[in-house]
């Protein structure tokens, strides 16, 4: 009966993005919709973005095992991206009429540097659809207990958010995000509300979480506690600023109102409520104490499913699976989106510059379709990886790749497309080095190939400054004599 309303509501998002999909005439409708979308709707697209799979079972299962100090990379990190971009990257891109994140890079420094940016991007998505994939073949299997096997449930999953992103694309994506993140909140604040009577009431819960030393946040007071720490926090927080799905909303903003706030109160909104499931798990070491302890040790990611499913009454279960799905596909159908734009746009684009607008609408859903392939085989691939771990593995490779030269390009005059290459390539090898040598356990890799993009970029720029200066005196020289 459950897997049965699961699939009935799965058939009824694709209708609605199906019936969205009409307003899609051209690619500024399916990669940014037409730059219509209100305040109310980028918020719901922002904070749906980032409430996906991890949220729900990747978050709960660290905090578990690790407290607050565990998930400073998601959430405090990915809820303060949204907030940083809202306030200090928003308005600057808005203004400049871009379909995707890679033209600006195009714009201020070039062709090449948009290619490797734009490939960096493309590939740190692999991981992150991934995780919502897995998630959902997770799903599927726990729903007909055990008939669907964890491949063909990533299958039914995959091809239910295609349905409607892939006609739709970003009027679907946007439209459907509204209706699933009111069933998501719903959905899971109801649930808090039953478990914390059902553990006893929900001073029970936070003392219980008290007592195991849950709510600690900062490191060890010592160097290399306090370096690890500090790289969690910045790897989503300034990884996934140069993310195409967050410049995507941006972008689709009716203003640049719309633009600035959206994502600012949809970050706050994402890191208060992301301690919704982290209270459900807890109740659950209350609820049912040796299946919790069980599952924590084996499988933590399980835990919430197993609470809902074997001690929650059936009206709770459809809630639970219903938001679950919800954060899944809204979290997915934009992650599957704007690599497929990316593409088309900043790579495809260049071997057919004249392409019909219609041609190039064709191209990006044939790229959502192939996209979608291969994140299904990299999922099956991937089995036995924990969510958590494939989010975070996505964001390092723009946070050492593109952020430095978004960021510069921006903020600092004199930065330079010598720079930007030099801060990409420094950046990328430093934490090739760090992730595939021991030297990675002592000094955290995405935080040493920051520095050396940082680097880079400084030496790039005022390098090239300096000969040109050299150039100038010698000229005036030249010119006395």
Request: aromatic share 12%.
């Amino acid at each position: 009966m459950l897997l049965t309303l699961v699939i009935a509501y799965l058939l009824v998002t694709i209708a609605i993005g199906l019936v969205a999909a009409k307003r899609v005439k051209n690619t500024a409708d399916f990669a940014i919709a037409g730059r219509h979308l209100p305040l109310a709707m980028i918020v719901t697209t922002t904070f749906a973005t980032w409430f996906g799979s991890e949220t729900v079972l990747g978050i709960p299962a660290k905090f578990v095992n690790s407290g607050l100090n565990g998930v400073v990379e998601d959430s405090f990190g990915a809820g303060s991206c949204l907030i940083l971009v809202g306030l200090f990257f928003a308005a600057k891109l808005y203004r400049m009429t871009l379909l995707t994140i890679s033209d600006y890079f195009r714009e201020r420094y070039g062709r090449s540097v948009e290619v490797i940016c734009s490939v960096i991007i493309m590939v740190s998505y692999l991981g992150w659809v991934s995780a919502q994939v897995t998630a959902l073949g997770l799903v599927f299997n726990l729903l007909s207990d055990g008939v669907i096997s964890m491949p063909l449930g990533m299958v039914i999953g995959v091809f239910s958010i295609l349905a409607y992103t892939l006609f739709g694309g970003m009027w679907s994506v946007a439209i459907t995000d509204f209706i699933q993140m009111i069933i998501l909140v719903v959905g899971l604040a109801v649930l808090a509300v039953f478990a914390g009577n059902q553990a006893g009431g929900a001073d029970k819960v936070l003392a219980l979480a008290v007592s195991q030393d849950m709510f600690k946040f900062w490191p060890e007071p010592n160097f290399k506690d306090i370096l690890f720490f500090f790289a969690g926090a910045i790897t989503i927080m300034l990884g996934s600023i140069p993310q195409q799905d967050v410049f995507q909303r941006v972008m689709s903003a009716n203003s640049e109102y719309a633009a600035t706030r959206g994502p600012v109160i949809g970050g706050v909104f994402y890191i208060l409520f992301a301690f919704v499931p982290m209270f459900l798990v807890v109740s659950a070491m209350i609820i049912m104490p040796e299946q919790a302890a069980t599952l924590i040790k084996d499988d933590p990611q399980k835990v919430l499913p197993v609470l809902v499913m074997t001690q929650m009454p059936f009206i709770m279960q459809v809630l639970f699976f219903g938001a679950l799905l919800s954060a899944i596909k809204s979290c997915a159908s934009a992650t599957l989106l704007a690599p497929s734009v990316t593409f088309t746009e900043n790579i495809w684009r260049q071997f057919f510059p004249h392409q019909s607008d219609k041609q190039e609408l064709k191209a990006m859903r044939v790229t959502v379709l192939v996209f979608s392939i291969l994140v299904l085989g990299y999922a099956i691939a991937m089995q036995g990886t924990s969510i958590y771990e494939m989010v975070s593995g996505a964001y390092q490779v723009t946070l050492v790749g593109a952020f430095v030269p978004l960021a510069f390009g921006l903020y600092w005059k004199k930065a330079t497309t010598q720079g930007a290459l030099l801060a990409i390539v420094l950046g990328l090898i430093t934490w090739l080095v760090f992730m595939l040598t021991p030297a990675g356990e002592q000094f955290p890799a995405q935080l040493a190939g920051v520095l050396a993009s940082l680097t880079g970029m400084v030496l790039g720029s005022l390098g090239r400054q300096a000969i040109r200066n050299q150039h100038g005196s010698h000229h005036k020289v030249v010119g006395l004599a």
